[in-house]
């Protein structure tokens, strides 16, 4: 599903702020003096995970922006344990359980936004796919530093 919805997003993202691939944000910002410890625990997880499964239902309207909206439990598990291990340092944003979604659109005109999720409802199926791990970046004024990914390989 990566370079399917990663063809999305470079068609539809604006070009300007498009600096990623299709991506599903579980965190916005951690701590840059918690680096090696969110490092650690990203390992953690995927040592301990198999690909999680996930379900993409559909289209999702972000106001301004269209998304991809995604289903997947064990996610949200795998969250759920980032986030006990890094509370009292998450921002708000990140303290609230995510909705699973990959942005293909953002900070448009609403009625752009609109129009692209009516193109989008008919033709987005749903269908199963598997996380295959996590990634780590860090945010550079706009552009993102990748850092590593750290693939599932759990049971």
């Known amino acids: 599903m990566a370079k399917w919805a990663t063809a999305l997003r470079t068609e539809h993202f604006p070009p300007e702020r498009n600096y990623l691939s299709a991506h599903v944000t579980l965190f916005h910002a951690l701590p ?7 490092k650690t625990a990203l390992a953690t997880e995927a040592a301990e995970n198999a690909p999680v499964y996930g379900q993409l239902e559909g289209v999702m309207p972000l106001g301004r922006g269209t ?3 995604l289903v997947s ?3 949200i598990d795998i969250w759920r344990n980032l986030a006990d291990r890094f509370h009292g340092l998450l921002i708000p944003q990140d303290g609230h359980k995510p909705r699973l979604h990959v942005t293909v659109q953002n900070k ?5 936004a609109k129009a692209l999720q009516v193109e989008l409802a008919p033709v987005i199926d749903p269908r199963a796919f598997h996380f295959t791990g996590l990634s780590l970046h860090i945010y550079r004024d706009g552009p993102w530093e990748f850092v590593r990914t750290y693939p599932f390989r759990g049971r």
């Open 32 to 38: 840059p003096s918690c680096a090696s410890e969110v």
């Open 67 to 69: 998304a991809l909206k």
């Open 73 to 75: 439990p064990a996610m």
């Open 108 to 112: 448009v005109h609403p009625k752009e």
